[in-house]
């Protein structure tokens, strides 16, 4: 389906209601939820993530987050499709964000976020979905360096294929 950027606006703002409000009710049970806090290399990240069909996802979700955070092309490419595909939007670059295929191009992005992002904090990840297609909530803030300060809740929505991450598709909003 082919949507136009109002449409996928409008619609990128209604799963982004849907999710949180789910997560909301979700976190609210403490003593089934699975919590943890990282720091990795110099990155801060909070999961609070809810049980249920996640339980295999949960730490292939860890290992990517940890892959990313590290820069760790060996171990992305253990967890990531050979085909793999991120849309993504970009801060300063327009409204139609960029595609990126592949680890190396993932690992060319981060290497110039890791340049130009300092002071940045991942917080209140919080995701949930089956065993191919997962949705993820966060908190993004930091400064780049030559842009300002940002502060931004984000969605991913994940495909995942045979047991890796075949596609990421993020949404930020200011």
């Excluded at 680890?103 to 089956?130: A, H, Q």
């Excluded at 400064?143 to 984000?154: W, Y």
């Amino acid at each position: 389906m082919n949507y136009g950027v109002k449409s996928r606006s409008i619609l990128c703002k209604i799963l982004y209601l849907c999710i949180a409000s789910t997560f909301a009710c979700q976190a609210e049970d403490a003593n089934t939820a699975y919590v943890m806090d990282m720091n990795i290399s110099g990155w801060q990240l909070h999961f609070d993530v809810s049980p249920g069909d996640l339980d295999q996802t949960k730490n292939l979700m860890i290992e990517f987050a940890q892959s990313f955070a590290m820069l760790d092309k060996t171990a992305m490419n253990k967890i990531i499709h050979k085909e793999f595909i991120w849309h993504l939007n970009t801060i300063g670059e327009g409204p139609n964000g960029k595609t990126l295929k592949g680890v190396d191009e993932v690992i060319n992005l981060l290497t110039k976020r890791k340049e130009t992002w300092r002071n940045v904090v991942y917080s209140d990840f919080k995701f949930f979905g089956t065993r191919d297609r997962i949705f993820q909530t966060y908190r993004v803030q930091g400064t780049i360096i030559g842009e300002g300060e940002f502060d931004v809740n984000g969605i991913d929505i994940y495909q995942i294929t045979n047991e890796k991450i075949a596609s990421k598709d993020s949404y930020w909003k200011r």
